[in-house]
T-cell receptor, first 113, second 112 residues
Framework: GNSVTQMEGPVTLSEEAFLTINCTYT??????LFWYVQYPGEGLQLLLK?????DKGSNKGFEATYRKETTSFHLEKGSVQVSDSAVYFC????????????FGTGTLLAVQP | NAGVTQTPKFQVLKTGQSMTLQCAQD?????MSWYRQDPGMGLRLIHY???????DQGEVPNGYNVSRSTTEDFPLRLLSAAPSQTSVYFC???????????FGSGTRLTVV
């Protein structure tokens, strides 16, 4: 079945460091891919998405490219801020009749000043 | 524009009690889902719906029932609460494959 694998956290970085959070997926067909962010005590917010191979999603300085050849959708940011501290979830949506959204286990990012 | 509204925000139940978590959306979304979030396990799909009158099971459906009589509402029923159902529950809705789901703010449930 469809699944998403994320790098385990926590990831601890200093402010202005470069961020990469790895995400790989297994799916039949051509899923849409998403990154969600969850700030402490809050619900999930859609951060960015990509709906087909080689698409790049971007938002708030974060980017991720849909790589079908490596089944990956790694999240990157050039210079993190303390306010980026949160849990990041990679997810895929398989389309078809069910259109279910399947999540990875999440990666906690802690940015220190 | 309210988005996805979940009630209650917090609930404490005794083992064996039943209750319904409410979820309503005002965006005319056809797809709705319930997830539970537990530490270290991400979000796991409990039940989902692709439209009014159509529901199906997700990864962890045991102990939960759903119905979808209207497009707007998708309540989640706990039949006989167990401590293993202590979790944070999120409802979400969406339209179309290319779109992400919009999440509610969650219900924190504790079963003692």
């Amino acid at each position: 079945g469809n699944s998403v694998t994320q790098m385990e956290g926590p990831v601890t970085l200093s402010e202005e460091a470069f961020l990469t959070i790895n995400c790989t997926y297994t799916a039949t067909g051509y899923p849409s891919l998403f990154w969600y962010v969850q700030y402490p005590g809050e619900g999930l917010q859609l951060l960015l998405k990509a709906t087909k191979a080689d698409d790049k999603g971007s938002n708030k300085g974060f980017e991720a490219t849909y790589r079908k050849e490596t089944t990956s959708f790694h999240l990157e940011k050039g210079s993190v801020q303390v306010s980026d501290s949160a849990v990041y979830f990679c997810a895929l949506r398989s389309g078809g009749a069910t259109n279910k959204l399947i999540f990875g286990t999440g990666t906690l990012l802690a940015v220190q000043p | 524009n309210a988005g996805v509204t979940q009630t209650p925000k917090f609930q404490v139940l005794k083992t064996g009690q039943s209750m319904t978590l409410q979820c309503a959306q005002d965006m005319n979304h056809e797809y709705m889902s319930w997830y539970r979030q537990d530490p270290g396990m991400g979000l796991r799909l409990i039940h989902y719906s692709v439209g009014a009158g159509i529901t199906d099971q997700g990864e962890v459906p045991n102990g939960y029932n759903v119905s979808r009589s209207t497009t707007e509402d998708f309540p989640l029923r706990l039949l006989s609460a167990a401590p293993s159902q202590t979790s944070v529950y999120f409802c979400a809705s969406s339209t179309g494959t290319d779109y992400g789901y919009t999440f509610g703010s969650g219900t924190r449930l504790t079963v003692v």
